[in-house]
Nanobody, 123 residues
């Protein structure tokens, strides 16, 4: 039922910024927790950030203050602001939705996933 579409990926120079968007349709976005995950070739999918329906946030340790997750319920869209991008940030980034509304670092807690958007980092 719920459709998630990521956008905003592309090539960014190390040290620069990028904002990813996740547009949701077909569900009650305001009651969902939204998560961001990423996966580089040959590596495991890893948790990046999440925001609950009440705007509580959690971040992976590697973010170290560089990223910020937010949501705009009026637009049914979640965002991942990526600042001071590093080479190791290159990956396909996925957004996910959890109808339970609580933030989680576990991928299996999320019921809906987008197709991903590619982030490439150059130096």
């Amino acid at each position: 039922q719920v459709q998630l579409v990521e956008s905003g990926g592309g090539t960014v120079q190390a040290g620069d910024s990028l904002r990813l968007s996740c547009a949701a349709s077909g569900g009650s976005f305001s009651t969902y927790a939204m998560g961001w995950f990423r996966q580089a070739p040959g590596k495991e999918r890893e948790f990046v950030a999440t925001i609950s329906m009440r705007n509580s946030t959690y971040y992976a340790d590697f973010v170290q203050g560089r990223f910020a997750v937010s949501r705009d319920n009026a637009k049914s869209t979640a965002y991942l602001q990526m600042n001071s991008v590093k080479l190791e940030d290159a990956a396909v980034y996925y957004c996910a939705a959890d109808p339970m509304g609580a933030p989680s670092v576990y991928a299996y807690m999320y019921d809906y996933w987008g197709q991903g958007t590619q982030v490439t980092v150059s130096s």
